[in-house]
Nanobody
Framework: QVQLVESGGGLVTAGGSLRLSCAGSGRTFSNYAMGWFRQAPGKERNFVAAISWGGGSTAYADSVKGRFTISRDNAKNTVYLQMNSLKQEDTAVYYC????????????????????WGQGTQVTVSS
């Protein structure tokens, strides 16, 4: 089992940047595919970005491609989401998630394939 704690959210003006971090517990963190999802008020939780066990494969939602970058440091049991050129429509609660599926190269992009979730961190982008 793994526990996840997100940090790094906050209020930023449009065009700005934030870096989210997700710290995981457990000695087998490197055996989990990791992902970021977000949920705006009144909307479903949607996929943002994912990374494979070893970090060699990544995937992004079309809406964030070219602006967001997911990475991981398995030695620190941490996954990151660097968010640049933020837009008002990026405002949401961002959740980190871990999946027992995947492999060293395979990413997981489906919400229901994730087994563990953090509590979320709020990102608010103002005009």
């Amino acid at each position: 089992q793994v526990q996840l704690v997100e940090s790094g959210g906050g209020l930023v003006t449009a065009g700005g940047s934030l870096r989210l971090s997700c710290a995981g517990s457990g000695r087998t963190f490197s055996n989990y595919a990791m992902g970021w999802f977000r949920q705006a008020p009144g909307k479903e939780r949607n996929f943002v970005a994912a990374i494979s066990w070893g970090g060699g494969s990544t995937a992004y939602a079309d809406s964030v491609k070219g602006r967001f970058t997911i990475s991981r440091d398995n030695a620190k049991n941490t996954v990151y989401l660097q968010m640049n050129s933020l837009k008002q429509e990026d405002t949401a609660v961002y959740y980190c998630a871990a999946s027992r599926q995947g492999s060293i190269r395979v990413v997981i992009t489906t919400l229901h394939d994730y087994n563990y979730w953090g509590q979320g961190t709020q990102v608010t982008v103002s005009s």
